[in-house]
């Protein structure tokens, strides 16, 4: 008998870890550190500053979205660091070269996690990148989904990566 394989929560977050430290090492030469798993919703993680949110969903085996909250602070800095400019130029060329930045850092973080269900059997695709800004910002729970929340300290700002997936 063939035993189809599971998706639990220690892959989940073991995926999750491994993608997040992975492109803040690569992308942005930083050390990210798993803090811990939040019982709550993103919007109790995030304290009071401007935030840019960046999600990308999967499809496929399983379905999903996960959104990277990204205090804005931290997204400029990983915009200058990424594409070799000035926080000044950074800031002269505005939100959208910021946006770019944190899309494609999101995209390949969620490129990582998919990789990972696709290991075990679970083989999906990515959607686009979307990217949102502002302060007292919270992800809504997708219905019939479950959710899981990690957070993570890097150069001394607060990541989270939100997580709701379905099996198909």
Known sequence: ???S???????IQDAIVKSVRNVCRTMLG???????????D?????????????????????NGLVYLCIPDEFARN??????????????LQGAAVVNDVIGEITNMTVG????TLADVGFPC????????????LSVAAIKSATRHVFLFDCAGHRLVADIQLKLT
């Open 30 to 40: 930083l050390e990210a550190s798993f803090a811990e798993k939040s019982p709550a």
């Open 125 to 136: 695709r990515l959607t686009v990148p979307t990217i949102i800004r502002g302060d007292n």
């Open 42 to 62: 993103a919007r109790n993680c995030l304290g009071p500053c401007d935030h840019v949110f960046g999600s990308v969903g999967f499809v496929g085996e399983v």
């Open 1 to 3: 008998m063939i035993t």
């Open 5 to 11: 394989p599971s998706i639990t929560d220690q892959l």
């Open 112 to 115: 990582g996690f998919k990789n």
């Open 78 to 91: 990983a915009a200058s660091n990424l594409l070799g400019m000035s926080p000044a130029e950074v800031a």
